[in-house]
Structures are given as C-alpha cells and as structure tokens.
RNA sequence: GGGUCGGUACCGAAGUGGUCAAACGGGGGAGACUGUAAAUCUCCUGGCUCACGCCUUCGAAGGUUCGAUCCCUUCCCGGCCCA
C-alpha cells in the first residue's frame, strides 16, 4: 500500500533535504503516482558503530519505507576497501575484507532501531561486493568512458587537493564509478544519501540513464556540521554512536555547541514543526538554550535507548552535573593490592600512562570524593572506597 | 624514463651534526569562568622512572662520526616540471 498524500509526501521531500534532483516536482509526481519505487542508501562499514549521521539517512530512508516504498540499507563492503574521497585532505587509508567485516557485524543490529526488517514491506539489507567484486576489467572501462577526467577534476576537494598539490590517486576516482554502478545493480529508483555524496549519487544518475535508460532520482540529505562547517565522522573526531551509553550520549548532546541544537531537532528528533518553531522563539526571546538542549538530548536518548533511559539518562546528568551528586551507576573497581595513586588510574583506564595520570593529578583532574588529589605516587592501600573521578565525567567507584 | 623538491609526533608544519622527545599552529586532555554550551584565560599533550636519568621515535635499511632528524649509500613513497 503506498501512500499519495502529496502533504505527506512533501514533508518527506523537504525535512533535512538540502536538494532534490533533478527536481523535487518530479520526484513528488512520481511518488504520489501510487507506484512503489525502489531506494537506497549506502553505508560504508568504515567504523564499528553507526553515529549519528548515519542515524538521519537511515531515519529517512524509514520515511519512505512508512511511505510505502521498498528501501534497501546498502553495506559498502566492497567500497569501503577502496575508501571514498570525499571531503578528506589526504588519500582515505584503505580497509582489509577483516576490518570491514568486523565493523559491519552489528550495522543491521543497530539499523533495525530505524528501519523494519521485517513484517509487511521489510527493509532490505545487501552488500556491494555482490556485484562489484565480480566487473572484469571491460565492464569497469566501459563504465569509466561514461566519465571524464574534468568531471572528476571537478569535484571540489579533487580541486582542492590538486591547487595544494597534494595526491590524488587513479583509485579514488573509481570510488563514484563503484558507487553509481549500485543503483545500476539494484535497479533503484531513487538514492538518498549526504550533501556530500551528491557526486556519487549522480554518477549513478548517469550510469542508469546510459545503462538503464531509466531515471534515478537523488534525495541528497542535509548534513550535521560542526561549528566549523566540518562533518561529523568517525574520522573527523567527536561524534556520537548510536550505541554510546545513554549518559554517555546524553553528556555528548548537553556539550555540543548551541547552534547545533535546531539542526539535531529537524535531522535526529520527531518534533513537530510546532515544536521546533516554539523552541527557536524561546531560544530567540532569551531562554536558557541548556533547557532547550536538554530536552534535544532527552529526546535523542529516547530514540535511540528507549523511553525509560531518556528518561534516567536526564536524571543522571540533573543529579551529577545540576546537583553535583555523584552518579548512581559507574564502574566498579576493588582496590586488592597497595598500588600507587598513578597505577590505579592506568588499570581502571582513566589514564592511559602514568605520565598521563601523573600530569592529571598535577593538573588537579582528579578527585576521590570531591577531594583533589594531589600526590600521583601516593600509596593506595587495599580497601580504598570512594568515588575516583577524571574530570568532569568519568567516574569509577572504588570498594 | 630524466630533472627537481620533499616524506618529521593525531593532523599541518619548523628544524638541517651535539643545547632535539624535536619550535609553532590545529586537534585532544585538565584547570578557571560557565549552562558539563560557546568565547576567553592557564597548564599539559611519546613511554618508563619519586628523581638523576633511561628507552623508543623524525619513510626503510645500511654507513660515516665520540655523537645523526640533520652527512653519505641504496631502496620505498609522493609533489612539480620535462619526455
């Protein structure tokens, strides 16, 4: 049953859509024609978990799926060996067939908190390397002559890299061949996927249309930017995993920088467009943004972990961080032999080295039971209890 | 293939025989201030060692030297120019 509510179709269209191609009108005829169409989108396994940019296209992508449409979830296992260059400085380290199987283990696990894979209209689950592991060498020229160098030269971080005179690899330029050459596989109608995948996804544009004589729409995603315009990624540092620890992903949400806080309401919650627009007015009329951004992450945990962990990660980050109380759950440690302050701080991880635990303790980072310790080689003696603390969240319960 | 410049810590980038675990910037961590925000300020940012100090590290391997990130040789990789 597909829904052809034109409302619904162009709320579907247009929350987090940076654009729709090639244009959205046609894209919303044919969705409201009563045809079910096939769509995707990608998804690298180039890290262990899924973050958080991933959680918007999957979100999407259920859109459609509550639409009425069949999505597939697309595990690049095959091109995340190549690696894509899109938006990196320098050449993307290359992956082995183990460290891509081992990060895609638990991808479909942690998709299935977004998308149905199973029941009426299931998602579909595949992976690339089906088809792409098995072009010879004359399917894969043919592929490439649909392509020019300038075209490739084009894209801007290949400019970027070229102005700087910085390597750019023959390899890298088969990254948007491969990626086309899946909806050519999957004979899809439509790809979603990240503003800055808008490339790749119209190299499959291209392709089917010379292959296929089809059209593929593209639905290319806004994207969750840093204060500084950067994607959030693995790669780029600090992102949240969809499978953080409630509090964890909580505390995340509650330090991001304010003018992330209506983004993450449009890209990662269900808010109503009411709610988003009376959030903006209280933000813009004064009110505290913590409050606003509590909810975001009360909102975003719940997603993600549940009801109930919303619900008690809000609480953890009132009690501990508002009241100053200390958390309710934190990992156990049994002091069991005298050792220096500098060693238990390396064996319950809340340093790395000594040297890192010796420049906390000088810098006064750590805490047992609110009092700052000030001796790194300071003996603790077994029984030691109280609450060991690195900063301002890492916690470990000692007994 | 030839010429030329280069490969430095998480990233960018100085250093060009001892004073180098290696300037500076970014990123990251801790502290102050806060709203666990941003901005700002301070400190830290290879490992071991209470410490003196020791060990590992400047593409790789050899060599010269009392001593090499720095000089030489070979090799690997890259940018630019020429073919």
């Known amino acids: 049953m597909v829904i052809t509510d034109q409302n619904k179709i162009n709320e579907v269209l247009t929350r987090g859509v940076e654009s729709v191609l090639p244009t959205k009108d046609a894209f919303a005829a044919l969705l409201g024609s009563g045809k079910r169409l096939r769509m995707y989108c990608g998804f690298d396994p180039t890290a262990k978990s899924l973050h958080i940019g991933h959680a918007i296209q999957l979100r999407k992508l259920r859109q459609f799926q509550d639409l009425g449409h069949e999505v597939i979830m697309l595990i690049g296992s095959f091109t995340a060996m190549i690696g894509d260059p899109t938006d990196k400085a320098a050449a993307r380290v290359q992956l082995t067939a183990e460290q891509v199987k081992e990060n895609a283990a638990n991808w479909k696990k942690m998709a299935t908190k977004f998308l149905r894979f199973r029941g009426e209209n299931a998602a579909l689950l595949m992976r690339n390397d089906k088809w792409l592991a098995k072009l010879t060498m004359k399917e894969v020229v043919d592929l490439a002559s649909n392509f020019t160098v300038q075209q490739m030269i084009e894209r801007d971080m290949f400019k970027k890299r070229w102005d700087e005179g910085k390597p750019i690899h023959v390899h890298e330029f088969m990254y948007p061949l491969m990626q086309g050459y899946d909806s050519v596989a999957m004979v899809v109608d439509a790809e979603i996927g990240g503003n800055d995948q808008l490339f790749n996804m119209l190299a499959g544009r291209t392709l089917v249309k ?190």
Not at 263 to 290: C, F, H, Q, W
Not at 298 to 315: E, I, N, P
Not at 357 to 383: C, N, Y
């Open 210 to 399: 010379a292959l296929q004589h089809r059209e593929k729409f593209v639905v290319a995603l806004k994207l969750l930017t840093n204060d500084e315009g950067k994607k959030m990624s693995k790669s780029e540092g600090g992102f949240i995993a969809i499978d953080d620890a409630p509090e964890e992903m909580y505390g995340k949400l509650m330090a991001m920088n304010d003018g992330m806080i209506v983004p993450y309401l449009e890209l990662v919650t269900d808010a109503t467009r009411e709610e988003i627009d009376e959030m903006k007015t209280k933000l813009v009329s004064g009110e505290n943004p913590r409050n606003a951004k509590m909810r975001l992450a009360k909102m975003v945990v719940q997603q993600f972990h549940g009801v109930r962990a919303g619900t008690k990660a809000q609480k953890h980050f009132v009690d501990v961080f508002q009241k100053k109380e200390m958390p309710t759950e934190m990992i156990d440690f049994k002091v069991n032999e005298a050792m220096t302050l500098a060693d238990l701080l390396v064996v319950t991880k809340l340093a790395e080295s000594k040297g890192e635990a010796r420049r906390l303790v000088e810098q006064g980072g750590i805490t047992l039971d609110d009092v700052k310790l000030s001796d790194a080689f300071a003996m603790m003696t077994p029984g030691t209890s109280g609450v060991l603390r690195r900063g301002k969240r890492q916690f470990v319960r000692l007994s």
